[in-house]
Every structure is written in C-alpha cells, then in structure tokens.
C-alpha cells in the first residue's frame, strides 16, 4: 500500500545533539512538509519542498535543517540550535501544493 | 493572504446528538478547503473536501461539510454523533492555482463525545 511513513516515532535528543527525523513516502508526490505540533497548538509549518533539489523555509524553520536530495526522502534535522525541541512532528505529502496532504503518523521528541 | 479561523476551540456533544464544527476562512481567490480529522498519536486524515461544483461535499465516517461563499464559511457538520468520533478536526485552505504549494490549517477544535 502506498503512504508516509515516519521514524522513528519516539525519539529522545540529549542536550547539544543533533537528531534526524526520517521521511519516505511511496506516493510518487512532488512536494513534502513538516510540521511541529505543539499541545492545544495547531500544526505550524516548519519547511517545505516543491521538488526534488528545492525547498523553502515555512513559518518557524529556525534551528531546523531538510534536505531533498530524493523525491521519496525529506529528512527533518533537529539542530542544537532549536532550543525548545520537545513536540510532535508529522511529514506530509501532496501531488501539488494545492491538493490534499497525506500525512505520516508522527515522531514524537524528547528531551533527556 | 490566506487565513482560516476555527471557532471553539473544544466541543461537546452527546452521543447521537448533531455535531457542528465551524469553520470560517479567508482568501483573495476562490479556495479549495479541506476537514482533517487526528486521532491521539497519528497524523492527520483526510475527512473530505471542496474544490469545484457542489457546494455540499460528503465525506467519510458520516460527515459533510457546507461551502458557503457569501459567508466565507465551511462548516462540519454530522447528524448523530458516536463515541469513535473523539477526535481533533482541523479545516484548512490552499489557493485554487496558485504556485504558493501550500494549505493553511486552522488551530483545530477538540470534539469530546458524552456518553
């Protein structure tokens, strides 16, 4: 079956740490995105990639880093630099920006 | 620019009472919209949405939605509501056309289910 699939989907950073987050759809879709979801939030826009070598920064993409080196590959990096990490992460995929999202089940991150 | 505004944040409803989620968006051209619906610990799923035609789209689990243009409106609504229904519903927008590749999502509106 085609779809998002996100992992791991609890993941733990130690202060200073780098964490990557994994994304690969089979969908055949051009564009991806990631969201952070906080508690009683709503989803906020961390980037976005229209195709494959390309992407854009979303609405809070400080102390965050993508790649889009596949078309079925966006990996989110966590950097030291995202002070307050802790949060639900989703990745998402459509044929276009303005058709329908898949999404995967999340990653949830952790400070130790 | 576009904008979606959900209206409570929370909802309760009793089980096989009407359920309505309202949603109001805002933008410059014709919009497509879309109801999202996430249960505990998953990503979002699609619920149904509008893009052309029928003002009235029907989606899954029972629920449809209205596109009202006058009132830049496009409520969630369900006539009896069951206990699997507790859920976060989210409505979002994304521009007919345009190259912006992206949808806006409200702040969502938590439905709780009374036996």
């Known amino acids: 079956d085609g779809g998002i699939t996100q992992s791991p989907k609890y993941l733990f950073r130690k202060e200073g740490q780098n964490v990557t987050l994994s994304c690969e759809q089979n969908?055949?879709?051009?564009?991806m995105y990631w969201y952070r979801q906080d508690p009683g939030q709503g989803l906020r826009l961390i980037y976005y990639?229209?195709?494959?070598?390309?992407?854009q920064k979303g609405d809070i993409a400080e102390g965050y880093s993508v790649s889009r080196e596949k078309k079925e590959s966006f990996p989110l990096t966590v950097t030291s630099a995202q002070k307050n990490p802790t949060a639900f992460y989703l990745c998402?995929?459509?044929?276009?920006?303005?058709?329908?999202?898949?999404f995967g089940d999340g990653t949830r991150l952790s400070i130790l | 620019a576009q904008s979606v505004t959900q209206l409570g944040s929370h909802v309760s409803v009793s089980e096989g009472a009407l359920v309505l989620l309202r949603c109001n968006y805002s933008?410059?051209?014709?919009?497509?919209l879309f109801w999202y619906v996430q249960y505990p610990n998953q990503g979002l799923q699609l619920l149904l949405k509008?893009?052309?035609?029928?003002?009235l789209v029907k989606g899954i689990n029972g629920f449809e939605a209205e596109f009202k243009k006058s009132e830049t409106s496009f409520h969630l609504t369900k006539p009896s509501a069951h206990m699997s229904d507790a859920a976060e519903y989210f409505c979002?927008?994304?521009?007919?056309?345009?190259?912006?590749?992206?949808?806006?999502f409200g702040s969502g509106t938590r439905l709780s289910i009374r036996p």
């Open positions: 998402a995929s459509s044929i276009d920006g303005t058709k329908p999202q898949h």
């Open positions: 969908l055949n879709h051009d564009a």
């Open positions: 990639s229209q195709i494959v070598n390309d992407f």
């Open positions: 933008s410059s051209v014709p919009p497509y």
């Open positions: 509008y893009t052309t035609g029928a003002t």
């Open positions: 979002a927008v994304s521009d007919r056309g345009s190259s912006a590749s992206k949808i806006i």
